[in-house]
């Protein structure tokens, strides 16, 4: 029952990366984007890496972040989402070949470039990645100042996917920014 239960879910959140149409979304309300603005922000502590072969989680941005360190300390910084079905990278275990493993569907994507190595090679990941062409990983690159792990990061990345949508609730006056007429 648990194992059918699993499957479905991460069958239903592989769906939210079907292809799919795109819509032109051309109204009044979108916001406007702005230009990508590329800057090291704050991520983690240094205090919070963690041991080598192994990842954690972070935030930078806006964006999730996986912070890995490979058997000889390097660190990198990788998207934290990994396709198919969205698994945090964070939780995958980092191996001695310069890969970072995703715990469920076992894809090896590589810490420098966030490339597949290995797409879906699980049974569970040969059923749900058959469905999927093999996607990458964004990477960022990472440095330390301070007692902070810094994650270069486009800044307005997340404003400028948001932009693409509408941009308010309509109020009880039927405005999309809050304001009365």
Known sequence: MMKSTIVAALIGSAAAFAPASQVS???????????????????????????????????AGGLAICIAVDSKGAVYALGDKCPPVNQPLSFGKVSDDGCIADP????????????????CPTGLGKLVGGIFDPVGVPTYPVK???????????????????????????DAQGKANGKYY
């Not at 051309?26 to 080598?52: H, M, Q, R």
């Not at 469920?104 to 797409?119: A, D, Y």
């Not at 330390?144 to 309509?170: I, P, R």
């Open 144 to 170: 330390a100042k301070g007692k902070t792990v810094e994650v270069q990061v486009d800044v307005n990345y997340k404003a400028n996917f948001e932009a693409e949508y509408w941009s308010g609730v309509l």
């Open 25 to 59: 979304r051309g109204t009044a309300l979108n916001a406007k984007k702005g230009g990508p603005s590329l800057k090291y922000v704050p991520c983690i502590s240094t205090d919070d890496l963690p041991a080598p072969g192994s990842a954690t989680s972070g935030v």
């Open 104 to 119: 469920v569907l076992g894809t090896k994507f590589s810490l420098k470039t966030g490339e597949v190595v290995s797409w």
